[in-house]
């Protein structure tokens, strides 16, 4: 499976692709044998691994031969209520505009994460980052079990990561992109549910990834173009088309994420009463950071690789 370089791609050279399916497969292995050791919990067996296992058996089949966006569209709807639908928890039917919000954030972050796969270690080392970050909080909030998984699938990305970084000898494709935005967002669900993650946390630890995909979609659907289809117009993708490497673009964002995102969720977690203002202010810096890089960069110019 090889993934050939084009006007909507942001390397230069024909390369493999779906090497992420061994990253699922560790996961799942890892999971197997804590399972041997500690009781994880039903949630992880029930709700989400039947979701992680289908979503990369679509993704692996998308590697191969394209699959239409109304299918993929389905099964990431299919999973996403499923997440929901089969989770212990009581829902009244007034309650039934948020869990419509639930599921269609669901599926827009596994949507963000398979966006933001285009640049070497960039969808690696956010799964590093996100996987840490949530498996300290549910390690602090009394979930050491829903930690230990969060901490496999930070140790997946990590060891997916000399294979794709800093030269990419293999791309991690939809194989594991999508399956990893869908954990993400099935941990926040979660831990929402426990009160072991709060909503303004679980939107600081994405918002980088989170910013530039949608605010990259919303300038597109603007400007009347077909925002659904694959492009390369994301701010990371820009960088690369105008001259930064990939290792550039990367440290980047990972120091947007320590030096900036990462201190805020230390400072919302101590003082919860300010955390939402807290949000607000960084996804504002972060949206002021999108904008003065369209600006400034020229982002909505057409793009031309070298």
């Known amino acids: 499976m090889i ?3 084009g006007e909507r791609q942001s390397h230069s050279h024909a390369t493999p692709t779906g090497g992420g399916l061994g990253l699922v497969f560790s996961i799942v292995i890892t999971t197997v044998c804590l399972e041997l050791i500690i009781s994880l919990p039903v949630f992880w067996w029930q709700n989400m691994l039947p979701g992680v296992l289908l979503l990369a058996v679509v993704g692996w089949r998308d590697d191969r031969v394209p699959v239409s966006s109304f299918v993929r ?6 999973v996403s209520i499923w997440l929901i639908g089969f989770a212990s928890w009581a829902f ?11 599921i269609l954030s669901i599926v827009w972050l596994m949507n963000v994460y398979n966006f933001m796969d285009g640049s070497n270690g960039m969808a690696g080392f ?11 909080m549910f390690q602090a909030g009394g979930e050491q079990a829903m930690a230990l998984i969060a901490l496999a699938v930070a140790a997946a990305c990590a060891g997916f990561l000399p294979l794709n970084f800093p030269n990419a000898r293999v791309f991690m494709g939809d194989v594991s992109s999508v399956p990893l935005g869908f954990m993400f967002a099935s941990f926040a669900t979660y ?3 426990t009160g072991s993650l709060d909503l303004p946390i679980s939107i600081l630890i994405m918002s980088v990834f989170l910013v530039d995909a949608t605010l990259t979609l919303l300038a597109r659907a603007f400007r009347g173009e077909r925002w659904y289809t694959a492009h390369a117009h994301h ?17 980047l964002y990972q120091a947007i994420n320590v030096f900036l995102v990462l201190p805020v969720i230390v400072l919302a977690t101590i003082y919860p009463q300010y955390a939402i203002a807290m949000v607000g202010l960084t996804l504002l810096v972060l949206a002021t950071g999108w904008h003065i890089a369209n600006w400034r960069l020229g982002m909505t110019a057409e793009v031309r690789f070298k």
């Open 126 to 136: 956010q799964g590093v980052f996100a996987g840490l970050v949530m498996a300290g």
């Open 235 to 251: 701010v990371y993708q820009r960088l690369i088309a105008l001259g930064w490497s990939h290792r550039q673009v990367l440290v």
């Open 191 to 193: 831990g929402l549910y």
């Open 73 to 78: 569209l389905v099964v990431q709807l299919v």
């Open 92 to 102: 009244s039917l007034k309650d039934v505009f948020v869990v419509a919000v639930i």
């Open 3 to 5: 993934a050939l370089p």
